[in-house]
């Protein structure tokens, strides 16, 4: 079975700080690990993936995750964060039908 | 918009009642999904639609639940004999299929709320 955790119920940061949200994975075999990002009242906001190549990818609105193997870690980061970017985020890794199996969530709140 | 539609996006009903949920996904997508997100669970998968047909149905939590969906479009989530512990919001995703990499889509959900 594969799971995703994330250690952190809450992470504040103040702004113009870098920001990280933690997520570690086990799966078998090669991990499909996605970001999501979910603001009140809405549905979930996709940020990035890594399903193959460069472990640091690019997403949306400044983020970037990097993958390692080694340590099963998909860590969300951005170098200088916003009090927009208070949110709720997800890690999920993805399954062979499709189906994304989620973190229990980070909330974290940017204060000015 | 060209986004996943749900419907309706607030659902109050007294607990014994069905409830049916709509999802309309993006023009194109095959590949339907639909999770629960509650307080005490997080966020569950319930049911996997490819086309008209759904090859995994292991997270509908109980007989009560049901789902279909029709011209490998529109998907319908029916709960009967609603609980109060079915009380959550109900998420609807979609993706060109499963075996893309392209991320799924979600809607804003129905919050359904068992009086």
């Known amino acids: 079975a594969q799971s995703v955790a994330q250690p952190e119920d809450q992470v504040n940061v103040a702004e113009g700080n870098p920001l990280t949200v933690k997520c570690t994975y086990s799966?078998?075999?090669?991990?499909?690990l996605f970001w999501y990002v979910q603001y009140p009242n809405r549905g979930l906001q996709f940020l990035l993936k890594?399903?193959?190549?460069?472990?640091l990818v690019k997403g949306s609105y400044g983020f970037e995750a990097e993958f390692n193997k080694s340590q099963t870690s998909f860590h969300l980061k951005k170098p200088s964060a916003l009090v927009s970017d208070s949110a709720l985020y997800f890690c999920a890794v993805r399954d062979a039908w499709g189906k994304l199996q989620f973190g229990a969530g980070t909330q974290v709140v940017v204060t000015p | 918009g060209a986004g996943v539609s749900q419907s309706p996006s607030n659902k109050v009903t007294e607990k014994g009642k069905d409830v049916e949920l709509r999802c309309d996904p993006i023009s194109g997508h095959t590949a339907l999904y639909w999770y629960r997100q509650s307080l005490g669970q997080g966020l569950e998968f319930l049911i996997y639609?490819?086309?008209?047909?759904?090859?995994?149905k292991s997270g509908l939590p109980s007989d009560r639940f049901s789902a279909e969906r029709t011209g490998g479009s529109v998907s319908t989530l029916t709960i009967q004999r609603t609980q109060q512990e079915d009380s959550a919001v109900y998420l609807c995703?979609?993706?060109?299929?499963?075996?893309?990499?392209?991320?799924?889509?979600f809607g804003d959900g129905t919050r359904l709320s068992i009086l």
């Open positions: 799966v078998s075999g090669n991990p499909y």
């Open positions: 639609f490819q086309g008209n047909s759904a090859p995994d």
């Open positions: 995703a979609s993706s060109l299929d499963r075996n893309s990499n392209q991320p799924q889509h």
């Open positions: 890594y399903i193959t190549g460069d472990n």
